[in-house]
């Protein structure tokens, strides 16, 4: 399905219940919402019930004709999505949960979410990608890999791993541009591409 | 905020770095959940990173290992002085440290046969399941036990499900594994993994049930799966 943005047919389509716009929905605003929780929930498990609950209240919403601006279906779904975690954030305090993993700061490092491949469908993309970062951080010069490592893989202190390294913020940020640049063109391709595995 | 704002600053960079205060973090959210571009771009950059971390942890695993398997030669040194280690003289020492050399040889070769084996394309045992025909007719595979094999499930015509339930059982009954495919096309592709039911020879069943989009689900028959090439 091409999608350009938003619009009214798009509403309605999912008002109608058309499997495939219900489908784009899903799996769009799903990529969304996890990028969203991963800085501020540490477990899979609190980003996945985050994520179900404001699904659910968006059909809610969708069922009783509160979409009024088609244009900006995104944004309606994510101020769902920060009232909801607001409630979760209020839960977890009343439960006494500010010790135990669920409830972060917004100053918190994020967490890495686990990637699991929840059915063999998505194994062989899974592979292309990581084939794809792997031949991307092994055309970097040995200091941008391992100045990468100590602020992904070892979460270091991003200021003082560029100390380390003698650069600066602006140096890291344009290191990820150029990396995700390289990367864009393979996740448009998976993304525009018909199902490879369906007939 | 427009996409040339976005880029100009390098929001998306800055966001998934954790560089923007509560304020700019949240109203970078409202714009790219409205914004198919810069949602893209965020979500291929939050890909990337974390793809990044599978990539370089899974080099450091092979690291360990490999350095964990090949044995210390520096223990094998001969202390100096008589008494309890005097029997490894020379005599004893070289050709013990010599046979250690072989092994370590051994192993570097071995790994690299094997990363070349992973790494070559092999074709993959396949057969076709027909979830339009109700019955239980078992599924014919040509491979061996323990082999990895892909089954074509082609889904009932008409669209009425939006999402497929796949159960594998073992031989014994036990469930192995459960998963939910979407609905996309008119057939869904699933590989097998060798050894998924613990070293049996067979499989097992396969049991498939349509999900639909209000809340229903209807059994599609269960799909007894046999290796023709047990040897």
Redesign the interface.
Known sequence: MQ????NEAYVEWLRA?D??T??HF????T??IQ??L??RLRSWEAIEDVRQETFARFYVALREGKIVHP?????F???IC?NVLLEHYRAAARHGARNNNDNDS?DD??K??P?PI????A??TAQE??QK??E??DQLPERDRRL??E???EERD?DEVCRDFGVD?EY???L??R??QL??AL??KN?DAP?T??? | MDDDAVVRQKMTERYLLNELDPQARDKFEEHYFDCPNCAADVHAGALFVEQSKVVLRAEDHKKIQFESKAPSVERMAVPPGPGWFGWLRPAFAVPVLALLLAVIAYQNRANVLLQQAVDSPQVLASAVVNLNVRGAEPISVPARGGQAFGLTLNLPPGGRFSSYKLDLYSPRGKLQWSRTAPASGDTLSLYVPAGVSGGDHDPGTLAVHGLAAGGGSEDLGRYPIELQNQK
């Open positions: 999608f350009d943005s938003f219940g499997f495939r219900q489908e899903r799996l769009y605003f990529a969304l990028v969203k991963r800085s244009e900006r279906l995104g944004s779904v994510n101020s920060n917004d490092q994020p890495e979410l990637s929840l059915d063999p469908l194994m062989f990608i990581q970062v792997r991307i951080l990468l490592r602020v992904f893989l991003k913020r890291l940020r344009v990820l541009y990396a995700k990367f864009k996740y448009l993304n199902e595995t369906s007939a």
